[in-house]
């Protein structure tokens, strides 16, 4: 198992908002095996995780939980959350006092769908099964908050092998520039740091399969079409860089 302490500070009221959502699932989801901290924030942690150079740091609002649809029809998180002060707003969203809280479930196939599991309605997510299988890396997290106080908690975020691969899948359903700015982000941790310390690299495998495989494509694709991708361009980064990255990193498959 991969641990890391890290320290950062919010710099603004969203941030703080964004923090102490984190702080909640994190806290909530700590005694549950099959739960991942994904989306921006699992980034977020990771790049505090493996600092690099040449990342792009990227603030996000909302906190992003994965869960087993074992979990999800248990009904045992929506409990927790609503005792916790939050209310469901939409389905698997959860809001409370400016914090917002999102769970995912893993899709039983390789593309985004909806599920009804307990009662209530989940977005699926390809990629989510694997994130749950794998070894996660922990992140025990101190912040500095706008008023000076400290907030501590301990999160469990998807290794940036499994991140790049959840991240494929994202900009296969909806490619948007910070998409490209995460892609990014977590392929400059990989070029950083000796794989052993990240919690392994087999994207670069001659023969891949399943989710893995699947990535590979994705990413590939877009590396061939990324100079005429708008939303390349409105991304804070090289696309160059990025490109380089995933053909360095990243094994042609079929």
Known sequence: MIRRAIETVSTSRADDLAFHALADVSGILGQVEDARIVGGQMVALLLEAFPSEGVVP???????????????????LHQELTAAGYEATAGN???????????????????FTQEEHGGRAFDAAPGI??????????????????????????????????????????????FAAKDAVDLHNLLTIVDSWPVAEIGGWRLDRASLNGSRSDAAHILHRFAETAQANPALRAAEIRGPRLVALIRKHVARVG
């Open 129 to 174: 099964r694997l994130a749950l299988a794998a070894e996660p890396i922990i992140v025990d997290a101190n912040v500095t908050m706008l008023d000076g106080s400290l907030l501590s908690f301990t999160a469990r975020v998807p290794s940036p092998e499994v991140a790049v691969i959840l991240k494929a899948y994202a900009i296969q359903g909806r």
């Open 93 to 111: 969203n959860y809001r409370r006092s400016g914090r917002s809280i999102d769970v995912l479930i893993p899709a039983p196939a390789g593309h």
């Open 58 to 76: 990227r603030r996000t609002a909302d906190a992003d939980a994965a869960v087993s649809t074992v979990v999800a029809g248990s009904g045992i």
